[in-house]
């Protein structure tokens, strides 16, 4: 039973952080994860799914906050964005420059389904190398 609280306390913080991560609040949910599978090893597969589903959250959270923006201005970096589209997500795990992407997708009024699928494509890619580099 207290196997089963400790790997539950951690999915969660893994989940909490990955969230956080994504969203405009600093702080790298890498470190977390790399913790949850050195401890919970048998979490490799729940680990990685949540991981990646709460880092997608909070990237739409960024996306949701820039389509609230209005758009009185246009901006030359972000019709960058409008003409590579949704693909471009897929770039939403990077530091420094994924979030700005997100929040400029909504911003953009870009398909939320399709930003989604893309950023969850790129974030699960990332978390699957950081967890296949610690086995």
């Not at 959270?61 to 970096?77: A, D, E, I, P």
Request: proline fraction near 4%.
């Amino acid at each position: 039973m207290a196997d089963f609280f400790s790997s539950d306390i951690s999915l969660w913080g893994l989940f909490v952080s990955s969230f956080l991560a994504a969203t405009l609040l600093p702080g790298g949910s890498e470190a977390v994860l790399i913790g949850v599978l050195k401890l919970h090893p048998e979490l490799f597969w729940p680990a990685l799914l949540l991981g990646t589903f709460g880092n997608t959250l909070g990237g739409m959270v960024s996306f949701g906050m820039g389509w609230l923006l209005t758009q009185n201005k246009r901006l030359k970096h972000v019709e960058q964005l409008r003409r590579h589209g949704t693909p471009a997500l897929l770039l939403a795990w990077a530091p420094l420059i994924g979030d700005a992407l997100c929040l400029a997708a909504g911003w953009l009024r870009l398909n939320p389904w399709h930003a989604a699928l893309f950023m969850a494509i790129g974030k699960f890619a990332r978390y699957s190398l950081i967890a296949l580099a610690i086995e």
